[in-house]
């Protein structure tokens, strides 16, 4: 496919900083070859082995100040680099930056995952797992844990306090097809449990041939070990009835909450409507049989004429408040749409209830008009908790929302804005002329938000006033134009 094309007003400024980050990354390298002493054979490149003041991470999971002069980190994931075969791409790698306090980044060095990155998502290279924290991060900062779409596993890495990754341990399997999305919840036991994880499988083999509409997926846990190693939890593998975007806990972590991609479809073999559901989670990191809860905004056929609710990022804030992106892809008749027949995106927010029900708040408050807010998919809170950010992924655009209580209002739907489609529906050409805004991830500090670019291997820095945005830069160069997925921000 063709790349997107670049932004005229906003590329002399990049290749500036091009420039600058070129011969800081000459200079570095040239510091590995002399200082390396890492032979570790799972570090694709080499960094300085320098030493840290305060470490990576405070005990409050702030970052720290180290001796290399980076407050934190950013790591964003190729989910490969080009296709092998089938769903699988290249081998996937995560290109770690160091940031300074003014938010600029300096790579330090791509790692390999050991395993493939994969494309399920038709190959226009724009969210090719169609989800969200493909990429995530421990709460205190001391791992990294990342999917292998093409090779069905996980990985997990731990930070050292120069913020460079080491592998833990071996990839386990998910024992489905295409892991896509990582939840992670801190555990207070007196073993070697740090933490239990929950990873969402796209799809189970039966439903693989028949593509995004007909795919049901699953969930599998892990126990985090101290050592950053991960130990299946026999027993926990749960069918779903709908293919996942994206998995998270709640805050308390009673709940594990599951988003769909393709609720109502037609073509769904278990007629589901549903675009959230609940499990229980035992102390022994079992979930519940099956769901003790389910909701959707929009259903099947609504009078409104609403396309369906093609829930992908999720968050589950405060007091248990679920607060979801929808990007409305299918009709309403249940039917995947052309792509003039998407609508404007939306956010809609639940609470979940002690028995794991879940009650609406706000539903499907519009992320644009016109065609300029169509693909909503992924979302962050600031730290005040009172706003969040919604990334619109084919107009190249960030939306301000206000959340009180689980109520949102849209504030701005172009709180900051790259090179788009507009409201033009252009059809198959929207991949051609779009940077693809994707994931997107704040730092623990709450002063600045990267974006992910799918579709122009960059990555925009923003600093965050309240409810504005301030671009600030873009880091290029390192990561592949498409086919990209997943960001963290520490």
Not at 150 to 159: A, D, Q, R, V
Not at 181 to 208: C, H, K, M, P, W
Not at 367 to 378: H, P
Not at 402 to 430: R, Y
């Amino acid at each position: 496919m063709e790349t997107a094309q670049k932004k005229t007003e906003v590329r002399p400024k990049k290749n500036i900083m091009k420039t600058r980050k070129l011969t800081l990354l000459l200079s570095f390298m040239a510091l590995a070859l002399i200082y390396s002493c890492s032979d570790d054979d799972d570090v694709v490149a080499d960094v300085p082995d320098t030493p840290a003041d305060d470490g990576a991470s405070d005990d409050d999971g702030d970052a720290g100040d180290d001796a290399t002069g980076f407050v934190g980190a950013v790591y964003a994931m190729t989910n490969g680099e080009g296709q092998v075969a089938g769903n699988v791409q290249g081998p996937n790698t995560i290109i770690a930056y160091g940031r300074d306090a003014d938010g600029g980044l300096t790579p330090i060095g791509p790692f390999a995952t050991n395993g493939n990155g994969g494309d399920f998502d038709g190959g226009e290279g724009l969210d090719p797992l169609i989800s969200a924290y493909a990429l995530t991060k421990t709460t205190g900062n001391e791992n990294l844990l990342a999917v292998n779409a093409g090779s069905n596993t996980i990985t997990s890495f731990n930070i050292l306090e120069d913020f460079s990754l080491e592998i833990a341990g071996d990839p386990q399997d998910t024992g489905a097809i295409g892991p896509n999305s990582i939840a992670y919840y801190e555990v207070d036991t007196d073993d070697e449990r740090r933490g239990l994880v929950y990873v969402s499988n796209i799809t189970r083999s039966e439903f693989l041939a028949g593509g995004e509409p007909e795919h049901q997926g699953t969930v599998i846990g892990y126990w985090l070990m101290n050592d950053g190693t991960l130990s299946p939890i026999a027993g926990s593998a749960r069918d779903l009835a709908n293919r996942p975007s994206a998995v998270q806990f709640s805050p308390d972590g009673n709940w594990l909450v599951v988003a769909s991609i393709n609720s109502g479809a037609a073509a769904l073999a278990s007629g589901s409507e549903d675009e959230l559901v609940v499990y229980s989670v035992g102390a022994d990191g079992q979930l519940s049989t099956d769901a003790v809860g389910a909701a959707t905004s929009t259903l099947r056929d609504n009078v409104e004429g609403r396309n369906l609710p093609s829930a992908i990022g999720f968050q589950i804030v405060g007091n248990n408040y679920v607060v979801v992106t929808e990007a409305r892809e299918f009709q309403p008749d249940g039917t995947p749409p052309a792509f003039p027949a998407l609508q404007d995106g939306s956010v809609s927010t639940w609470q979940i209830q002690g028995d794991g029900s879940l009650t609406p708040i706000s539903t499907d408050i519009a992320s644009g008009e016109n065609n300029t807010g169509r693909t909503a998919c992924w979302l962050d809170f600031t730290l005040d908790g009172n706003s969040f950010f919604v990334s619109n992924a084919i107009e190249a655009g960030l939306a301000a929302y206000s959340f009180d209580n689980g109520v949102v209002q849209l504030l701005d739907q172009t709180a900051a804005s790259g090179q788009g489609t507009g409201g033009a529906d252009n059809g198959p050409d929207a991949f051609s002329v779009t940077e693809g805004w994707i994931d997107m991830w704040i730092t623990d500090d709450g002063e600045f938000l990267y974006q992910l670019y799918g579709l122009d291997g960059t990555i925009g820095i923003f600093r965050i006033n309240g409810t504005s945005l301030d671009q600030v830069g873009e880091e290029s160069n390192n990561l592949p134009d498409t086919n990209t997925q997943g960001i963290v921000a520490i």
